[in-house]
């Protein structure tokens, strides 16, 4: 179920099923449990999604899937992105984060300006 263009309201509607919830930010893809997922609403440059603990940024919810195959983070990955994961996925042909609710990357923190730009593509925004 893709809800990008549907707005909050629909997204909203959606949520709270279980499975699990993918967001589009800054480039990549992050996906949160659908437990976790208390409401979603417009925010400033797109939508926030309110978790139990606090809020992510997301400039769209792509779909709310019944099932990701969830791996392990491997521990080389670690040395090159710091941030906390509750692991990787595939959603159709892209990878994707896993979100820890409880830590959730600072690319999904809500910002009232400025680009969301996924963790390496600062570089290439400041290049272009």
Avoid: I, K, N, Y
């Avoid at 491997?74 to 892209?94: Q, Y």
């Amino acid at each position: 179920m893709s809800l990008g263009a549907a707005g909050p309201g629909l997204a909203a509607a959606a949520l709270g099923r279980g499975g699990w919830v993918v967001l589009e930010r800054g480039g990549g893809l992050w996906g949160v449990a659908g437990e976790d997922v208390r409401g979603v609403g417009s925010g400033a440059g797109g939508l926030t999604v309110r978790l139990a603990g606090g809020e992510l940024a997301a400039d769209r919810v792509l779909a709310v899937v019944p099932e990701l195959a969830v791996h392990p983070v491997p521990e080389a990955l670690t040395r090159f992105w710091p941030e906390a994961a509750a692991g990787l996925a595939v959603h159709g042909d892209r990878p994707l984060v896993v979100v820890d609710p409880r830590r959730p990357p600072r690319v999904l923190a809500p910002q009232d300006e400025g680009p969301h730009l996924a963790p390496g593509r600062e570089s290439a925004a400041a290049e272009s």
